[in-house]
């Protein structure tokens, strides 16, 4: 049985001639020392618990400590990442646009050498079809002259063999060529070929 502090104030002793029994005096220090030492042991035994509760709040407030400080490193790698992320693409559209006006005005400086060049295909076609007419004008003429005289000059001409129809021909056709241009199947005409 525990002592409580009123039992220890209530607690009467049986008195002799020479003052209070030395038997009951010896029994309640021992009953005091008993319940004081299990005291003792109990408290050492709080003590130690607390202690290890106290280490183990400890080590869960290191652990809180760090994983907080984890969570603001993380919090703030994830800001760096984004932010980084963020200036990359920022940085990348502006070279894809860079790039991409730098090819509009090649596309533009292309489109207008090519149109330049169809200009100047359109000019030398044109001027090559009315050089053409003229010549084919020319040339129609020529027939036209040709075929006048060849009815009387053929009626009064001594009957030729080929090659000299042949050397005529190439008589008409050294005539028939224009300064730069050989009159194309006029030497078929002339030459009766």
Known sequence: MRLTTVDIHSREFN???WGYSIKDVEDFRQEVADNF???QL???AVRAELERATRELEHYRTLEKSMNETLVFAQRSADEVRANAHKEAELVL???DSEAREIVAQARVERGDIERQIRELETARDRFADDMASMVAALSERIEAVRRRAPA???NAPATDSAVRRANGESATSA???PGWLGLGSTHIISGS
Do not use: M, S, V
Request: charged share 35%; glycine share 12%; proline share 0%.
């Open 176 to 178: 028939a060529i224009i």
């Open 42 to 44: 109990e408290l050492a």
């Open 15 to 17: 008195k002799g001639a």
């Open 153 to 155: 000059a053929a009626d």
């Open 94 to 96: 502006r070279g894809a």
């Open 37 to 39: 030492e299990e005291i």
